[in-house]
């Protein structure tokens, strides 16, 4: 539990008297002494990462080194075309991983930012502005409204004070604030109405208090050494690449080792072999993996901002495509964030009222048997707009509250039935005022009504009504006072605990015409009840249902209360059969007990930082991609532990932002739908290029396997063997990069994780298409040979055809092969050409290929002769045969392996 000390449930006297605080403060030579002792009040720099060490960690990637050494073979081979290309992507991967993870390094930073830069403080018996930084514990503390809270403090006085703790608990309102010793010692942050957090802001009212905790001794404090030590978790797409770079570079070293020890074997010139079987190597290696990788997800990051989805980290993008559980924080994201009215009660009957947020606009829904009831509507509304202090105003198109949300509520109800309150305050004007208190719970306003005077009063039903003895009613079809008898103040009572049961927030509202400031509170006119809560927002409920029939497990984590949090939970459809736990309960259960009952809980309620660290890290043990949405400070240790960490923009803090990975600009929780969907397009993108990749790869190791194998001549030459390479690596492998999304990608189940790319199906179809490839050109290279011998050729020219149609053979295969891996299920024959960028990188290399063969430098440089159009045609009818082959395979890969439609994602069967 937080702080030891249970600062709450002490006696301020007794804190006082052990922090040596007195009515005059410190002294200012004891202040400065414990400033010595206890250090600045202000959070310590982690131990900084320096750029060199960032860099340094962007070589410790396997692939990196696999295409660095790839860079000096390529030196030496004397390809220097291709060690400049394989260069130059190297640095911009190493490039593009520095700027991020030395971005990622700044969270810190911004929570040193959100410190208060001055205090005021009593010392020596005078008021004091000192730098926050410089508060100790033992200092006597002032508050006022907009304060910035510098430190913890044990509240001694509290004068309406109302704090505003969004940031550190999550809950929606500002919190009324008292003096008086709490009994229970494991309180949430969110009920310890005594203590005024550092981080926090004062929304109302003023107060003083005893700071008792400095720096990280805070809540906002340990929040901070959470994020310190929380662990970022390598992404799924991270560590599928690290093993494909494993993969092919114990893969390169066989081909070396087989090819070139065989040759010798045969009696070859070992230089020879060496340099051929280096060749292979390199053309093992994926040179224009990084590229592609990169431009799928910058492709991604573009597509997401026009979504409204900012991204930090590159790889993050594609963890969306594979995220299964979405733990989202509810205010500021499922919900607005702002008060709403939802229903009037006047006169035994409830109104609604439409529409939510500060905008003024909704309806007034009248009960349908008594319209007349807008007169008792409008009375109560008109009543409640002059008894706040809250004021909306518009800015830039957008309405904006100043004061408190509770208040600036009742003010658009009341805009919404045509009462502007302005005009209000100029027909009566307020000449006094009972301010709320959190003892009173009411607020009564005085104001001229004519020649005389009229209380109008808001606050807690059952003080309200303690203080009424008429309710208005309607006696026929107009307002009118009656006595309020026992019978209705137990019907007034019902209704405010109907209102309660539906997670609103209930006030009364009362007047009393011709009082003063000593009978205003008695002897009034029970005018009706309120009901408001921070609403869902509109799009919400909808995005949560494209998360479900995606297969993603919506969870809901706020500091609110649990029957206000179930509610909004039931309208967005989260909470449907699920349990709704609060942190209490979260505290009493071990580790296994949260890991066996997580899937069956879709509410928390009530918690603190570590409870959602704890969500977070229960999922993942789970084997879950998990996401965290969250805007406070609270989120941010969360948010950095979860897969994929996702801010508000817009009432985001600093903290949560750095923390992040992705930060939505307009604040909706529906942009992360889209960018789920562009992060299942990016993997598939990359898996696609994957199988194209190693499937040709397979095709020309098989070929110069067999080849030797069988005692023939090696049918490709070095430098064929690396225009191959660049080919099927080059523009083709790229336009994969940015193909279209396959139909019905959001109706799939999450990716697992664990399966990586490789799955059954895919391993299938890439051996399939190599070895078909394998088979073609060995079987066209041996009848080459042959008829060259036919046609009484010389061996050495014979040799130059068999190569040449063996070498259009391969890359024409391969080229078929884009169009096929477009889809590892899908038929080639469904859009075939819908990707334009391959269609134009094919036509590139096709234009390249008729260059090698018929200009006689280049044909000479690649040891090539123009084929003849009988030969075109032998060779594309061969090529051609992989298409069927591979169609086939996809047949039987649908058949035998069917993808298994979305589940019910709140059935426990289906997390597990």
């Not at 309102?173 to 010793?181: I, N």
């Amino acid at each position: 539990m937080p702080n030891q000390h249970l600062w709450h449930m002490r006696d301020v006297d007794d804190i006082g008297a052990e922090l040596g605080t007195g009515a005059n403060g410190l002294g200012a030579a004891e202040a400065a002494a414990r400033l010595g002792r206890y250090g600045y009040n202000e959070l310590p720099r982690a131990d900084a990462v320096s750029p060199w060490k960032i860099l340094a960690e962007q070589f410790q990637n396997v692939l990196i080194i696999i295409l660095l050494i790839a860079v000096g073979l390529s030196a030496v081979l004397g390809e220097v075309l291709e060690s400049v290309v394989i260069a130059v992507i190297v640095l911009f991967a190493i490039g593009l991983g520095f700027i991020q993870e030395y971005r990622a390094e700044r969270a810190m930073e911004a929570l040193r930012k959100m410190a208060a830069p001055n205090a005021k403080v009593i010392r020596d018996g005078r008021e004091q502005t000192v730098p926050a930084r410089e508060v100790v514990p033992g200092d006597l503390v002032l508050l006022g409204a907009g304060d910035r809270i510098p430190a913890d403090l044990r509240l001694t006085e509290a004068v309406n004070l109302r704090v505003n703790e969004a940031a550190l608990t999550g809950e929606s309102v500002p919190v009324d604030k008292s003096t008086d010793a709490l009994a229970e010692a494991d309180l949430a942050l969110g009920d310890r109405v005594n203590l005024a957090y550092a981080g926090t802001d004062v929304a109302y009212g003023r107060g003083r208090g005893i700071a008792v905790e400095t720096g990280l001794g805070t809540e906002f404090g340990r929040v901070t050494g959470m994020l310190a030590g929380v662990e970022q978790l390598r992404t799924p797409l991270q560590q599928n690449l690290d093993k494909v770079g494993r993969v092919l570079a114990i893969a390169a070293g066989v081909v070396v080792v087989l090819i070139a020890g065989l040759g010798v074997l045969r009696g070859e010139n070992i230089l020879d072999m060496f340099i051929f079987g280096v060749a292979l190597a390199v053309a093992v290696v994926p040179e224009a993996l990084p590229a592609v990788v990169t431009i799928s997800l910058a492709i991604g990051v573009q597509q997401m901002v026009k979504r409204h989805a900012l991204v930090r980290r590159l790889p993050t993008v594609e963890t969306l495509g594979s995220t299964s559980v979405i733990c989202s924080d509810k205010t500021g994201t499922l919900t607005r964030d702002e008060m709403t009215v939802r229903a009037i009660w006047t006169d035994g009957q409830v109104t609604r009222v439409t529409g939510s947020g500060y905008a003024p606009e909704g309806d007034i829904e009248l009960p349908s048997k008594t319209p007349e009831q807008r007169a008792l509507v409008e009375r109560t509304l008109h009543a409640a707009a002059l008894s706040c202090d809250a004021h909306l105003e518009q800015e830039d198109g957008a309405w904006r509250l100043y004061g408190d949300p509770t208040e600036g509520a009742l003010v658009v109800a009341a805009a919404k039935a045509g009462i502007v309150k302005s005009d209000l305050e100029a027909q009566k004007p307020r000449f006094d005022e009972i301010p709320f208190s959190s003892e009173r719970k009411r607020m009564t306003t005085l104001h001229r009504d004519g020649d005389g005077t009229v209380a109008y009063a808001k606050g807690a039903a059952e003080v309200i009504l303690a203080g009424c003895d008429r309710l208005l009613t309607l006696q026929e079809g107009a307002p009118r006072e009656t006595p309020l008898d026992g019978a209705a103040r137990a019907q007034i009572e019902q209704a405010a605990g109907e209102l309660a049961q539906q997670a609103l927030r209930v006030l009364a509202i009362a007047e009393k015409p011709g009082a003063g400031r000593e009978d205003g509170e008695h002897h009034m006119i029970f005018l009706g009840l309120v009901g408001m809560i921070d609403p869902p927002r509109d799009e919400a409920r909808p995005a949560i249902a494209d998360c479900e029939r995606a297969g993603i497990r919506p969870i809901m984590i706020t500091g609110d209360h649990p029957d206000t949090a179930a509610a909004i939970a039931r309208e967005l459809g989260i909470l449907r059969d699920g349990r709704v736990v609060a942190g209490r309960e979260l505290d009493a259960m071990s580790q296994q007990e949260l890991d066996a009952a997580v899937a069956d809980i879709e509410v928390y309620a009530r918690v603190s930082p570590e409870h959602k660290l704890r969500v977070v890290k229960a999922w993942q043990r789970r084997g879950h991609v998990c996401a965290m949405t969250g805007d406070g400070v609270n989120d941010a240790p969360a948010l950095k532990r979860a897969d994929i960490g996702i801010a508000m923009g817009i009432t985001g803090t600093d903290v949560s932002r750095e923390a992040a990975d992705m930060t939505l600009t307009d604040d909706n929780f529906a942009s992360i739908v889209g960018a789920v969907e562009e992060g299942r397009g990016i993997f598939s993108n990359i898996k696609k290029y994957l199988m194209y990749l190693l499937s040709s790869n397979i095709g020309e190791i098989g070929l110069m396997a067999a080849a030797t194998l069988a005692g023939l001549p090696l049918p490709l030459s070095a430098v064929q063997i690396l225009y191959v390479n660049l080919a099927t690596d080059g523009l083709p492998a790229l336009a994969l990069a940015v193909d279209p999304p396959e139909p019905g990608l959001m109706r799939r189940p999450p990716r697992d994780p664990k399966a990586g790319i490789f799955t059954p199906p895919v391993v299938w179809l890439m051996v399939i298409g190599g070895v078909w490839s394998t088979i073609v050109n060995v079987s066209l290279f041996v009848y080459e040979l042959g008829n060259g011998e036919r046609m009484g050729l010389d061996p050495e020219q014979t040799l130059v055809h068999a190569m040449t149609t063996t070498f259009i053979s391969l890359v024409l295969i391969q080229f078929f092969k884009a169009y096929n891996f477009r889809s590892d299920r899908d038929s080639v024959l469904r859009h075939p050409f819908a990707n334009r960028w391959l269609n134009i990188a094919i036509l590139w290399e096709l234009m390249l290929l008729a260059l090698i063969v018929y200009v006689p430098v280049l044909s000479d440089a690649f040891g090539t002769y123009a084929l003849p159009l009988s030969d075109w045609l032998l060779v594309l009818g061969a090529a051609l045969t992989i298409v069927p082959v591979l169609e086939i395979t996809k047949w039987l890969i649908r058949r035998l392996a069917p993808l298994e439609p979305v589940g019910d994602v709140h059935a426990p069967a289906r997390i597990s």
